[in-house]
C-alpha cells in the first residue's frame, strides 16, 4: 500500500474518532439534564413502592362499572359542560383557580414560580404512579367512549388533575384556613370535568384524591414548602 493512502486512511480513521468524541461530548450532558429534574419539596422515588389500590381489571365487573361511570356522563353531558370542562384542561394555577384566588390580580411572579416547582414535583411523582399501572384511559379501550375534550396521552391512573388541584386545594387551604371548603369543592369540580370530558374513570378521580392527600401531608413535611409558604403567606391579598 502506498504511503500516501496509508496517511489518508490514518487521517479519515481521526477524524473519525474525534468526531464521535465531539458527539459523545455534545449530546451526553444534554439527554443526562434531560433526564434528571430538579426536585424541589418532595421526593418522588417512594412512589414507586407506595401501597395503593390498584384500578379494576380489564373485564371485571368494577371495570364495567366504571366505563358506565363515563358513558352515563357521556350520554347527559351539554356543550357547557363540555366547554367547562376544555377550561380547566391545563394543569396550571390559572385555569384551576382564576376568579378564586386569594391573591391579589395579577398574580405575583413569586406565586407564580412557586406553583411552577411544586407542579414539576407533582409530575414527576405521577409519572411513578402511572407508569406503574398503565391504565388505558376510556376512549383508548372502548370505542364508544368520545371524549369531548382533548385526549391526553397518557395513562389514566391515577388522575394527574385530581392530583394537582387537590394538592393546590390544600396548599390553598395552607395559606387561607377559612376558605378550605370552597378551596376543596373546586377541586372536586375540576376532578369531575375530567370524567365528563371522557378522559378519565371515576375510579382515576378517587385514586387522584387519595394520592393528592398522601401527597399533601408529605409536601407539609418539607422545610423548603414551608419557608415558600411563608413568603406566600405575606403576599396575600389584603
Known amino acids: 500500500m502506498k504511503t500516501s493512502k496509508i496517511k489518508f486512511l490514518l487521517l479519515s480513521a481521526a477524524l473519525a474518532l474525534a468526531a464521535c468524541g465531539g458527539n459523545k461530548a455534545v449530546h451526553g ?11 424541589y419539596y418532595v421526593n418522588p422515588e417512594p412512589f414507586r413502592s407506595l401501597r395503593f389500590a390498584p384500578p379494576p381489571a380489564p373485564g371485571s365487573l368494577e371495570q364495567q362499572a366504571d366505563l358506565s361511570g363515563v358513558l352515563a356522563w357521556q350520554n ?4 357547557g359542560d363540555c366547554a367547562k370542562a376544555k377550561r380547566t384542561a391545563d394543569e396550571d394555577y390559572d385555569a384551576f383557580w382564576g376568579g378564586k384566588s386569594p391573591f391579589p390580580e395579577p398574580p405575583p411572579a413569586e406565586l407564580k414560580e412557586f406553583f411552577v416547582r411544586l407542579a414539576g414535583d407533582l409530575e414527576a411523582s405521577l409519572e411513578k404512579m402511572k407508569k406503574r399501572y398503565q391504565r388505558p384511559r376510556p376512549f383508548m379501550a372502548y370505542a364508544e367512549a368520545q371524549p369531548c375534550i382533548k385526549k391526553p396521552k397518557s395513562f389514566s391512573y391515577p388522575s ?3 392530583l394537582f388541584a387537590r394538592v393546590y386545594a390544600a396548599v390553598l387551604a395552607d395559606l387561607v384556613p377559612e376558605r378550605k371548603a370552597e378551596f376543596s369543592a373546586k377541586a372536586d ?4 370535568d375530567r370524567v365528563i370530558g371522557g378522559v378519565h374513570y371515576p375510579a382515576d378521580v378517587a385514586a387522584g384524591k387519595a394520592f393528592g392527600d398522601i401527597y399533601f401531608a408529605e409536601l407539609q413535611k418539607s422545610e423548603a414548602y414551608r419557608k415558600d409558604i411563608e413568603k406566600l403567606r405575606a403576599l396575600l391579598a389584603k
Open 29 to 39: 450532558p444534554e439527554h443526562k439534564s434531560q433526564a434528571l429534574a430538579k426536585i
Open 76 to 79: 347527559k353531558r351539554t356543550e
Open 160 to 162: 394527574g388533575h385530581t
Open 189 to 192: 369540580e375540576i376532578s369531575l
